[in-house]
């Protein structure tokens, strides 16, 4: 069978240093290809590169037989060719359905029909997204649900998804797999990227593998098994230690209580909720989304203010607080590491260095009007040292990082400060097996040098492997306590549920 998409030896370099080299890759009409590697390996920019978002530097790619060169996302889009992009492109400020309907305008538009025809194709692929909310309030889960939409609305032959599932709960998930043998079925050819590699083994046919911009693995999906993947993806094996089984005996004891929570309440979303946080323990907190997992956090954070009246009461270090601004929750010591790192964790066109004084200013750990471009740039040379943050330079800009890289340096931006509380929401959401290892070795250590750890994760194996004790979420409550080497997965599952 001809490739619907053939791409032979693409090269696409930045500064000068190649993102990929002289990659072949080809797409059949009516499969599910999936694409891995680490984070820098190359897997977006060689999407980019065949959905127009960027021109190669060297290479050619045909789509259906002849040679083409787009010189735009929408020329490629109105070839048939759509990317979902790991990092959502919406426009904030106009509504779901507007969104939706963005560049397929009728001359003529009434806003009732369109919400209408929008709530029934979001109904028909099983998205609870109210097609009247404003994208700007929408949380990352259902924002990546509005993206996905939009590029099955567009009718194209070729879909690109770009880390799809990184803010899906597992039954969302199953409501995108079942949309992706759907679309399969009517002959559309899926590119898949996921870090999930049980994913990639579950849904693709064929399967390719980059490392460090160059191809070096592709054939049938039957010929890989996990080990064999991150073999190729990393040059070693991780898998034994990067989900161990926790027993008993290796579990921290906790410390000194340092946070207590007594029925905290923010309208809706979180309803008396109480629990503690302990010195030296990673605490697991798990919730489906909407559970109010991170609305709580972000409450002890002071990002979100809770109910003025009845709304509970936070005690820090036995002194009870009221943080009316995150500035504030970060000079009492607590940091908190956002899920969203594009829309709240980095300033995308400021260097590592820049990021990380931000940081540090937002600590108070700097006075002054005059700020010394030599600081910066050891800071920026600590950090990325201690983080094993991968780039050309220390002034790289944080938007030429890969996902994993963007990932260490806000966390970096968070114990710059120096915190004794550290709150990280989602931190292994699109990042590549071997920085998912690193970014849980990074949090292991923090608990073992006595830093009080929340860790917010959808993933089941990753917080029955890394926690201490697990907090279930459901309905604004934390409804359950578990300890990791008696619960199971189905144990923690059914507390968030029922």
């Known amino acids: 069978m001809d490739p619907i998409v053939r791409m032979n030896d693409i090269t696409m370099a930045y500064r000068g240093v190649p993102a990929v080299k002289n990659v072949d890759f080809d797409l059949r009409e009516g499969e599910i290809h ?44 109105q070839a048939g060719i759509a990317m979902v992009f790991q990092e959502t492109s919406l426009v904030p400020s106009m509504s779901v359905a507007q969104n ?44 990546q649900m509005v993206e996905i ?58 399967i390719t593998i980059l490392r460090d911009g160059e191809l070096v693995a592709t054939g049938p999906t039957a010929d890989f098994d996990r080990d064999k993947i991150i073999a190729a993806m990393v040059g070693r094996t991780l898998s034994g230690s990067l989900y161990r089984k926790r027993d008993t005996a290796s579990l921290r004891k906790p410390g000194r209580k340092v946070l207590s929570v007594q029925d905290i309440s923010m309208g809706k979303m979180v309803r008396n909720t109480s629990f503690s946080i302990f010195e030296g323990q990673v605490t697991g907190v798990f919730g489906l989304i909407g559970s109010g997992r991170t609305e709580t956090f972000k409450i002890v954070a002071g990002i979100y203010k809770r109910d003025f009246n009845r709304g509970g009461t936070i005690t820090l270090d036995d002194k009870p607080v ?15 590491v956002t899920e969203d790192r594009k829309s709240e964790g980095i300033f995308e066109t400021m260097s590592i260095g820049e990021n ?131 619960a199971t997965e189905e144990k923690i599952m059914y507390a968030a549920v029922h």
């Open 149 to 206: 939409a939009r590029a099955v609305h567009h009718e194209a032959r070729v879909i690109i998804f770009d880390e799809p599932t990184a803010a899906l709960t597992p039954e969302e998930k199953r409501h995108f797999f079942a949309l992706l043998r759907r679309l399969k079925a009517r002959g559309v050819s899926i590119v898949f990227i996921s870090h999930a590699l049980e994913e990639a083994l579950l849904l693709a046919d064929r």
């Open 356 to 486: 990380m004084f931000g940081g540090l200013l937002a600590a108070g750990g700097e006075q002054g009007l005059v700020i010394r471009s030599r600081s910066v740039r050891e800071l920026a040379e600590e950090w990325t040292g201690r983080l094993n943050i991968k780039t050309i330079n220390a002034d790289a800009r944080v938007v030429e990082l890969s996902g994993g890289n963007q990932q260490k340096v806000v966390i970096g931006k968070g114990l710059v400060q120096k915190p004794r509380i550290v709150i990280f929401d989602e931190p292994t959401r699109g990042v590549d097996v071997a920085a998912i290892a690193e970014i849980h070795q990074i949090i292991n250590d923090l608990a073992d040098q006595g830093l009080a750890v929340v860790m917010i994760s959808s993933y089941l194996p990753e917080i029955s492997n890394l926690s201490d004790r697990i907090l279930v979420c459901r309905q604004g409550r934390i409804v359950e306590e578990l300890s990791p080497a008696e």
């Open 34 to 77: 999936a694409l891995l590697g680490e984070n820098g390996a190359g897997k977006s920019t060689l999407t980019k590169v065949m959905a127009g978002v960027v021109e190669p530097t060297g290479g050619s790619m045909s789509y259906r037989g002849k040679v083409v060169k787009f010189a735009s996302p929408h020329e490629a889009l």
């Open 100 to 143: 939706l309907y963005l560049g397929a305008e009728s001359f003529l538009n009434r806003l009732r029909g369109t919400n209408i025809a929008a709530q029934q194709f979001l109904q028909s692929l099983n998205f609870p997204v109210d097609p009247t909310a404003m994208v700007e309030t929408l949380g990352a889960a259902k924002r």
């Open 322 to 336: 009221r943080y009316y601004t995150p500035a504030e929750a970060v000079r009492g010591g607590i940091a908190y």
